[in-house]
C-alpha cells in the first residue's frame, strides 16, 4: 500500500470513529414548561388558580391590636345572690378598673370554581385571640387557633357553621345594627346551618335558613329563619323573621337551673323590618330598624339586660336609628342610637317593665391602603341600674 493510500484509510477510519462516538453522546433533555400562577378574575381581586385546576383560591384576613377601657365596676348582689343594682353590663363586655387588651389574627381560605350547578364555594376561617393577660393563668401564652367558621355553597344552597340568617346573610346589606363595628344590638350569633339564599345585588332577594337549635339529638325540628327584601342603588328594605323552637339548651331536667326548665322548653319567635337609605349624590347612609319578640329567645336583639337577668337580654320592642358619613375618602363616622321597652325575665316571656338603650360612636381614619385606625365609644343605660360607658382604638392591617 502506497503512503498516500494509508493517509487516507487511517482518516476514514478515524473519521468512522468519531461519527460512533457522538452517536453515544448524552443529550440533555429541554425543561418542561413552568405554569405560573394565573390571576383568576371571575370571582374578583385577590383570587389566583391552583396551579393544574380550574379552582380560584383567595387567601385574606387581618392583624388587629385593640385596647380598651370602661366604668363599669359590676353589679350589687344580695345574701342570696341577687341582683339588686349596679352598673349596667357594659356593650363591649370589658372588665373595670384597668385597660382592656387584645391581638386578634384572622385567615380567611376561599375556593370557588364554576359548575353546570352554579359557583361552587368552600369557606373556611381560621383565628386566635390573645386576651387580656392573668398574672393567675400564664399571663403571655398563645392564643389557641380555631376554625371561626366551615361552610361549602353550590348556586344558592348553604351549608356549614357560620352567621345566623337572623344576624348576616350574604346580601350584605342586611347585616348587623348601626354602621360601627359592634353594630349595637342585632342577635349576633353563629349557627350549624343548611340554607337557601336567591337573588343578586339589585332587585328581589331572601333567604330561608333551617338551624342548629343546640338540642344534641334531643328533638328533630331546627330553628328556623326567612328573609325578604329588595335592593336598588338608593338602598334597601328587608323583613326577617326566626322561630326560636326551644328557648334555652339546658338539660330537661325537673327542679334544675331555678326551675326554668318549663320556660327553657317553649318556643318563641323574633322579626325584624329595616331599611338603609344611600343618599344621592352624597356619601351619605342612614338606616332604621324595628324588633319584635315574643318571649326572651334566641331571635331577639339581645342587650345588656342579658349579663343581668341571665338570658338573651331580650326586650319586647326595640328601634334603632344610625347614620353613617364619608367625609373623605379616608376618613368616616357614625352614630347610632337603640331604645329597648319591656325587657323580659330569662327564657320567659314574662316581662320585668324594665327599658334601657345603647349610643355608639365610630370614628375611622384608614391613612394608607389597608391599614385602619378606629375609635368607638358606647354608652349603655337599663333602668334602675347605672349607665356604663365602654371603648376602645385599635389598630388594624388587612390584606
Not at 139 to 145: K, N, Q, S
Not at 196 to 221: I, K, P, R
Not at 341 to 349: G, H, I, T, V
Request: hydrophobic residues 40%; glycine residues 14%; negative net charge.
Amino acid at each position: 500500500m502506497s503512503p498516500k493510500s494509508l493517509l487516507l484509510t487511517s482518516a476514514a477510519l478515524l473519521m468512522a470513529a468519531t461519527g460512533a462516538r457522538a452517536a453515544d453522546a448524552v443529550v440533555v433533555a429541554e425543561p418542561e414548561p413552568v405554569e405560573y400562577v394565573r390571576v383568576c378574575d371571575v370571582f374578583g381581586e385577590g383570587f389566583f388558580y391552583i396551579p393544574g385546576t380550574e379552582t380560584c383560591l383567595r387567601i385574606s384576613g387581618y392583624i388587629r391590636y385593640r385596647i380598651g377601657a370602661t366604668n363599669d365596676d359590676g353589679l350589687i348582689l344580695d345574701a342570696d345572690g341577687n341582683v339588686i343594682g349596679g352598673d349596667t353590663p357594659n356593650f363591649n363586655g370589658f372588665a373595670g378598673d384597668g385597660w382592656n387588651k387584645q391581638t386578634r389574627a384572622r385567615v380567611n381560605i376561599d375556593t370557588r370554581s364554576e359548575t353546570e350547578w352554579g359557583t361552587l364555594q368552600a369557606f373556611i376561617r381560621l383565628q386566635a385571640n390573645w386576651g387580656q393577660a392573668d398574672e393567675d393563668v400564664n399571663p403571655f401564652a398563645d392564643g389557641p387557633v380555631a376554625i371561626d367558621q366551615g361552610w361549602l355553597q353550590i348556586g344558592g344552597l348553604r351549608m356549614g357553621y357560620t352567621n345566623s340568617a337572623y344576624a348576616e346573610t350574604i346580601f350584605g346589606v342586611t347585616n348587623g345594627g348601626s354602621f360601627s363595628d359592634g353594630a349595637l344590638w342585632y342577635s349576633d350569633q353563629q349557627r350549624h346551618l343548611i340554607q337557601y339564599n336567591f337573588g343578586g345585588e339589585t332587585g328581589l332577594f331572601g333567604v330561608l335558613s333551617l338551624e342548629d337549635d343546640a338540642l344534641a339529638g334531643d328533638g328533630y325540628v331546627p330553628d328556623v329563619v326567612g328573609l325578604l327584601g329588595y335592593q336598588g342603588g338608593w338602598g334597601a328594605i328587608w323583613a326577617r323573621a326566626g322561630y326560636d323552637n326551644a328557648r334555652g339548651d339546658l338539660p330537661d331536667t325537673d327542679d334544675e337551673f331555678l326551675g326554668l326548665d318549663s320556660e327553657l322548653e317553649e318556643s318563641g319567635f323574633g322579626a325584624q323590618l329595616a331599611a338603609q337609605i344611600n343618599v344621592p349624590n352624597t356619601n351619605t347612609s342612614f338606616r332604621v330598624m324595628g324588633w319584635y319578640a315574643d318571649s326572651d329567645n334566641a331571635y331577639s336583639t339581645f342587650s345588656s339586660y342579658g349579663g343581668i337577668s341571665g338570658g338573651f337580654g331580650a326586650a319586647e320592642w326595640s328601634a334603632l336609628a344610625a347614620v353613617n358619613q364619608q367625609f373623605t375618602e379616608k376618613f368616616s363616622a357614625s352614630t347610632g342610637f337603640q331604645y329597648f321597652s319591656n325587657f323580659y325575665e330569662a327564657f320567659s316571656d314574662e316581662k320585668t317593665g324594665l327599658d334601657g338603650y345603647s349610643i355608639d360612636l365610630s370614628l375611622v381614619y384608614e391613612p394608607v391602603t389597608n391599614f385602619e385606625i378606629r375609635a368607638e365609644g358606647n354608652y349603655d343605660k337599663v333602668d334602675d341600674f347605672d349607665g356604663t360607658v365602654s371603648g376602645f382604638l385599635w389598630f388594624l392591617r388587612r390584606f
